[in-house]
């Protein structure tokens, strides 16, 4: 995954993927500050999943949006942050559309005829009165 404004330095070895969730009802705003000659900082609305690529040593700090400041709320390890990618084999794409339980499709198909398909349209005509 590219970090598309600002990438890890090169001499940055060993990244991880990693997700925060804002569970708050406020805005904050993650920041890592402790890895030289790299600036990550972004803005995390209520509800959001920020999903970034950072070195395995990174402390990512959350603050969180007040009326005209925001305060330090917590500083997390990115090490605690790690998500793992699926290899292609975890991929089942024999199972996609099925419920794992009863086998059924999960979407059932709606019975349409061609004769509801072809009806033609009314529209609506103007008039206008002197």
Known sequence: MAQILDPLPPEQSGKILCC???????????????IPNWYFERVVFPGQRLV?????????EIHTGMMASAILSDTI???R???NEPSSSEFNTD???TDPISTKPIVKSKNTKLSDTTKPLTTAGLASID
Do not use: H, W
């Open 20 to 34: 925060y969730v804002n569970a708050t009802s406020k805005i904050q705003v993650a920041r890592i500050s402790n």
């Open 52 to 60: 970034f690529e950072a070195p395995l040593e990174s402390q990512m």
């Open 77 to 79: 390890p990115c090490d």
């Open 81 to 83: 942050l790690i998500i």
């Open 95 to 97: 199972a996609i559309g």
